[in-house]
């Protein structure tokens, strides 16, 4: 499908793609299960992931993929999701194992799997774990200030004949 500055309204966002909230809520809940047997992810969460952690990080996902700005408005927004990463230290191979459960969790989640939607998801993944990767260093220079992103379709919106 081409769209033209006219029609971009017909293209979904990410999240209407994807299936709505509930969708994405099934990818959190994916990936944590994921997370809670994964010996390099699960020491982030010692004890399990909370139902309080999947609910918000499921909020932030619903925001970035175009939902109502619950994160932002209720959680507090970039500045919360970066105060939870500072400090972490995360590595190159923890963000890697990251980026890949969250791709796995996409299928056990059921979400679409046409190569437009996973291209952005995986994007949104890279993007997102390497920001995260550097601003968990200790003493790392990070933006204190942003607005929470809005991941969109980038080169290739769905195909729809």
Do not use: C
């Amino acid at each position: 499908m081409t769209t033209t500055e006219g029609d971009a309204a017909a293209v979904p966002s990410l999240l209407e793609w994807a299936g709505g909230p509930t969708a994405l809520r099934r990818l959190i809940d994916a990936f944590y299960d994921r997370v809670e047997a994964d010996d390099l992810l699960s020491p982030f969460f010692p004890g399990g992931v909370s139902e309080s952690h999947r609910a918000h990080v499921s909020r932030w996902w619903i925001e970035v993929f175009g939902g109502p700005a619950d994160y932002t408005d209720q959680l507090g927004g970039y500045e919360a999701m970066l105060a939870h990463h500072r400090e972490l230290g995360i590595t190159s191979e923890q963000r890697f194992r990251f980026a890949s459960t969250m791709s796995r969790a996409a299928d056990d989640a059921h979400l679409p799997d046409d190569p437009e939607f996973r291209a952005a998801l995986v994007g949104y993944l890279e993007w997102g774990t390497r920001l995260a990767q550097h601003n968990s260093q200790p003493g790392a220079v990070v933006l204190e200030h942003a607005p929470v992103p809005h991941w969109g379709w980038g080169v290739a919106p769905p195909y729809q004949p």
